[in-house]
C-alpha cells in the first residue's frame, strides 16, 4: 500500500525550498497524534478488556503473518513519481478478512515496515505514524468485510464484491490519509497530490495492481483448510506482480526518456546552439503569438533589432573564438535590464532581437532602449580581455508602425540600419527612414530636378532680443514646392536626403539661398543674422569650411551673420573631423548653435570643448512654462548655464505673451514662436521688420571660446538631424 514515502516524492524536492510553504509543524503532530493514539487505545483496550486474541489463532501463526508482511515491506518496488510502492498490500487485506478488525490491525501495525525506520533516516515518530495509518486502513477493511461478508458463508460472487469494496475503501484511506500529511508538510491542495499519485503510467498499474486484491480471497479461503501454510498462494502473484511493475517501470522510464529527447530536439530546433538564446524561428513564433493574443490594438508592443557594431574588427583583430565569447556575454549582460516577460533571440551572427509585450508607450519603449545601451557599454570581461562594446537598436513598435509580424521586423530593421549610420545608438521607425519604399525611392529621385528648378524655398521665423522684443535675427526654414505633390515639410524630405550623395548639393543650394537673402536685406538696411540647420553629416565633408567662406565672399557678408545649427544629439556624437570643421568654422567668424537643447544627452565636457556660441531651449520646456514648475525650473536653469558659459540663449515654441513675459523675467536673450511670428516669405519678413521699427543691432559678440586642441576628441555617436 501507500506509505509516507510521498511526503519526499520529487515535487518537494524539485521545489526551491524559498518559495516552499514552512511545514504547519503543530498541525503536523496533532494529525500524528490523532491517527495513533486512538488506534493504540482501541487495540489495548480490545485485547485487554475485549475478545482478545481469538481461540483458533495461535501465537506463531500471526508472528508469522507480521513476519510475511515485514518481509514483503522491505522489499519495495521503486517507481517514477517519487516514493516507492509495497506489495504487501493483498497480504495485509487477506488479515483484515481472516482476523477480527483488531487483529488484524494489529497485525498491520507491527508488520508494516519501512527500511528507513531501520536505518534512521526518518523519526520513529513518523515512523510510528506511517504503520499506524496502514493499520486504519487494515482495520476499516476488516470491520467492513466482516459486516458483509464471511469467508465460508458468502457465495463466490458476494464473495468477490465484497473483498474488491473492501480494497477500495482500504487504499482510498490510506492515500487520503498521506496525501492530508503531504498537504500539511507542503502547503499544497490536497486534490492535487492526490491527482499526481494516479498520473501516467504508474496510475494504470494502480488499477491493474487493485486485480490482486483477488488473491487475497485465494489466500484467505485457503487459509482456513490449510493454516498459516497458505500464503504460499501469494508467491506466484507476488513475483507476477513485480514483474509487471519493473516492465511497466522501464516502459515508462523508455517514455519519460522519449519524451525528453524530443523536448531536447525541439529545444535545439528553437534555440541558438551558440549562445543558448531563443533563434529566430522562436522569436517570430514568439512575435505572432503576442500579436494574435491581444484583444485589440489598443496595446503596444515593441520589437527591437540590435546589431554590434564592429563586431567584424573583434573577430579580425582577435579571432572568432573571441567573438563567440563576446556573443555569449551580451545575453546575460542585457537580461538585467529585459523583464520576465520580454524575449531576447540571437537572430544570426551579431544580431539580437528583443521583444517587449507590454511598454505603454513609445516613451517606455526609449527609456528601456538606453538602459539597454548603457549596460552595453559597459566594459565586458572575455576570457580575461577587457572589450569595449556598442550597439545599434531600431524599434518597431505595434500598432503603430505594422500589425504584421513581417511588416514590424522589416521595420525594427529598417530603423537598426539608420541608427548604425548615425551612429546615434538608436532609432525608433519613421517612414522617412525606410530608403527602399517605392514612394521614398521616386522622392529621392526628383530631389536634383527640384534643385536645378528652384522647387525648394526658404521661409524664416523672426528671432526676437528681449526684453525689448526687437527683431533680432531669423531662421530659415526650408519647403519643397513639389510639381505634383504640393508643399512638403522638411521632415518629410531632408531625412532622406541626408543617407544620399545629394546632401552636399543640397546643402549648398539652401546656405547659398539664406545667404543670397541676407545680403538683399543687408542692402535694404536690415542687417539680419541668418540661422541655417545643418545637417551633422555635411561636418564630415573637409571642403564645408570653405564653401561657407565662398558663399559668405559672393554675397559680401561678414560671417558674424551667419548662424549654423546642430541638433543637441549631436553631441553625443561628434568626432575629431567633425570638431575639426566646426573649429574652422568658428575661427571665420560663423556661430554654432546647438538646436533643441535638453531633450538629449549632452553634458558640460562637450558644451566645454565645442565652440558653441548659442543653445536653444526646446520647445516641450517652453510650452508648459507658465503652468508647470518644473519647466519653469528646467528653462531658467538652462539660461543660468548659457550665461555662465558665456553663450547667448534662445527660446522655442513662444506660444503667448504669459510665456514671452516669463522668460524676459528670467533672463533670456531671445525667443521664437507662433506668438511672434509664423515662418515667413523674405518679402512678409521685410514688412515684420519695419513694422517692428528695423532690425536691432547685432548681439555683442560673446567672449571667445577656448577652441579645442587638435589632440582632443568627443565620444559617443553622430546623430542625424
Not at 530636378?449 to 524655398?457: A, K, S, T, Y
Request: glycine share 8%; hydrophobic share 45%.
Amino acid at each position: 500500500m501507500m506509505s509516507q514515502h510521498l511526503a519526499e516524492g520529487r515535487r518537494a524536492s524539485d521545489a526551491d525550498p524559498s518559495a516552499r510553504p514552512a511545514p504547519r509543524r503543530g498541525a503536523i503532530l496533532a494529525y500524528q497524534a490523532a491517527t495513533i493514539v486512538p488506534l493504540a487505545a482501541w487495540l489495548v483496550s480490545s485485547f485487554v478488556w475485549g475478545p482478545g486474541v481469538p481461540s483458533d489463532a495461535s501465537a506463531y501463526e500471526l508472528i508469522g503473518w507480521v513476519v510475511a508482511i515485514a518481509i514483503v515491506d522491505l522489499l519495495p518496488i521503486a517507481t517514477n513519481v517519487g516514493f516507492p510502492f509495497s506489495l504487501s498490500f493483498p497480504l495485509q487485506l487477506s488479515v483484515a478478512l481472516i482476523y477480527p478488525p483488531h487483529v488484524a490491525g494489529a497485525i498491520a501495525l507491527l508488520g508494516s515496515s519501512d527500511e528507513r525506520e531501520f536505518k534512521g533516516q526518518i523519526p520513529l515518530l513518523q515512523g510510528v505514524w506511517n504503520r499506524s495509518q496502514l493499520a486504519w486502513s487494515v482495520v476499516a477493511e476488516s470491520v467492513l468485510f466482516h459486516r458483509i461478508a464471511s469467508i465460508d458463508g458468502s457465495r463466490w460472487y458476494e464473495l468477490g464484491f465484497a473483498v474488491l469494496l473492501c480494497a477500495l475503501v482500504g487504499y482510498a484511506l490510506n492515500v487520503v490519509m498521506v496525501a492530508f500529511y503531504f498537504h500539511l508538510k507542503s502547503g499544497r491542495s490536497t486534490i492535487d497530490i492526490l491527482l499526481e499519485m494516479h498520473v501516467g503510467v504508474f496510475g494504470e498499474f494502480v488499477v491493474s495492481y487493485m486485480g490482486l486484491a483477488l488473491f487475497a480471497v485465494i489466500v484467505a479461503t485457503v487459509f482456513i483448510d490449510f493454516g498459516f501454510g497458505s500464503i504460499a498462494v501469494f508467491i506466484a502473484p507476488l513475483a507476477f506482480a513485480r514483474q509487471m511493475f519493473t516492465r511497466t517501470r522501464s516502459l515508462q522510464e523508455a517514455t519519460v526518456e522519449l519524451e525528453a529527447r524530443q523536448r531536447e530536439k525541439e529545444y535545439q530546433a528553437l534555440h541558438d546552439a551558440l549562445t543558448d538564446l531563443p533563434n529566430r524561428v522562436l522569436f517570430q513564433q514568439t512575435l505572432r503569438e503576442q500579436i494574435d493574443a491581444r484583444p485589440d490594438e489598443d496595446s503596444m508592443l515593441a520589437v527591437m533589432l540590435m546589431d554590434l557594431d564592429h563586431f567584424k574588427e573583434i573577430n579580425d583583430a582577435l579571432g572568432h573564438h573571441f567573438g563567440d565569447l563576446l556573443l555569449q556575454e551580451i545575453g546575460p549582460r542585457l537580461a538585467r535590464v529585459l523583464r520576465d516577460d520580454d524575449l531576447m533571440a540571437r537572430l544570426g551572427g551579431d544580431e539580437f532581437g528583443i521583444i517587449l509585450p507590454a511598454v505603454g508607450d513609445e516613451t517606455t519603449a526609449i527609456r528601456i532602449v538606453e538602459r539597454l545601451l548603457e549596460e552595453l557599454e559597459r566594459p565586458l570581461n572575455v576570457d580575461g580581455l577587457q572589450l569595449d562594446v556598442s550597439g545599434s537598436i531600431g524599434i518597431a513598435l505595434y500598432p503603430t508602425h505594422s500589425t504584421d509580424v513581417e511588416a514590424l521586423m522589416r521595420r525594427a530593421d529598417v530603423a537598426m540600419y539608420a541608427a548604425k549610420e548615425s551612429g546615434s545608438g538608436y532609432e525608433v521607425f519613421n517612414p522617412s527612414l525606410d530608403r527602399y519604399s517605392p514612394s521614398r525611392l521616386t522622392l529621392i529621385g526628383q530631389v536634383r530636378p527640384g534643385l536645378e528648378n528652384h522647387e525648394f524655398v526658404l521661409e524664416y521665423q523672426p528671432k526676437i532680443a528681449l526684453p525689448d522684443r526687437s527683431v533680432a535675427g531669423v531662421e530659415a526654414l526650408v519647403r519643397w514646392n513639389h510639381p505634383e505633390r504640393g508643399v512638403i515639410v522638411p521632415d518629410d524630405f531632408v531625412p532622406l536626403i541626408e543617407r544620399t550623395v545629394l546632401l552636399k548639393p543640397f546643402t549648398t543650394y539652401v546656405l547659398n539661398e539664406a545667404l543670397r537673402q541676407a545680403h538683399l536685406w543687408d542692402r535694404q538696411g536690415l542687417p539680419l543674422e541668418v540661422a541655417v540647420n545643418l545637417s551633422a553629416r555635411s561636418l564630415l565633408d573637409p571642403l564645408l569650411p570653405n564653401l561657407v567662406a565662398d558663399l559668405l565672399d559672393r554675397w559680401d557678408l561678414p560671417a558674424s551673420r551667419l548662424t549654423l545649427e546642430l541638433t543637441e544629439n549631436f553631441l553625443m556624437g561628434d568626432s575629431g573631423r567633425s570638431i575639426g570643421g566646426m573649429t574652422r568654422l568658428a575661427e571665420l567668424g560663423v556661430s554654432w548653435s546647438i538646436d533643441d537643447f535638453g531633450t538629449g544627452y549632452s553634458s558640460l565636457s562637450h558644451l566645454k570643448r565645442l565652440p558653441i556660441r548659442e543653445i536653444k531651449v526646446d520647445r516641450s520646456f517652453v510650452e508648459n512654462m507658465p503652468q508647470d514648475a518644473n519647466d519653469r525650473m528646467i528653462v531658467r536653469a538652462t539660461i543660468e548655464l548659457g550665461r555662465n558659459l558665456g553663450m547667448r540663449v534662445v527660446a522655442e515654441g513662444v506660444e503667448d505673451e504669459a510665456t514671452l513675459e516669463a522668460l524676459a523675467a528670467i533672463g533670456c536673450d531671445m525667443a521664437q514662436g507662433f506668438h511672434l511670428g509664423t515662418p515667413l516669405a523674405s518679402a512678409g519678413v521685410t514688412r515684420y521688420v519695419e513694422e517692428r521699427g528695423g532690425a536691432a543691432a547685432l548681439a555683442a559678440e560673446p567672449p571667445p571660446l577656448a577652441l579645442p586642441s587638435n589632440g582632443e576628441r568627443a565620444v559617443g555617436h553622430l546623430h542625424v538631424v
